[in-house]
């Protein structure tokens, strides 16, 4: 499975980005799938996920209620819809993706798509 992240750059704090993470290759609709974020000298954090079978989704305190995770399985993407965004959302953004499991650590996902920067200016 390849994953290709998109949609990142810069917002104004109060504003919004939408990043897409496209998905290629075999049986690509059964994922649970992923967004964790990583700023330089940090660990990769959790942001958000969500299950492939019921579409349940999880996401970190820090940015729950007001982003958004969602699929499209028509087009093997899954999206990030990011609202009222914060200078302390700054961070690359990666999208990850797994057969097996979906959990909140990072280490657990198999497949993982290349960083996209978002930046949040105040």
């Known amino acids: 499975v390849q994953l290709q992240a998109s949609g990142g750059g810069l917002a104004q704090a109060g504003g919004s980005l939408r990043l897409s993470c496209a998905a290629s290759?075999?049986?690509?609709?059964?994922?649970?799938m992923a967004w964790f974020r990583q700023v330089p000298g940090k660990e990769r954090d959790f942001v958000a996920a969500l299950t492939w079978s019921r579409g349940r989704t999880y996401y970190a305190d820090s940015v729950k209620g007001r982003f958004t995770i969602s699929r499209d399985n028509a087009k093997n993407t899954w999206y990030l819809q990011m609202n009222s965004l914060r200078p302390e959302d700054t961070a690359v953004y990666y999208c990850?993706?797994?057969?097996?499991?979906?959990?909140?650590?990072?280490?657990?996902?198999?497949?993982w798509g290349q960083g996209t920067l978002v930046t949040v200016s105040s």
């Open positions: 290759g075999r049986t690509t609709n059964a994922l649970y």
């Open positions: 990850a993706a797994d057969r097996t499991t979906v959990t909140r650590n990072s280490q657990d996902y198999e497949y």
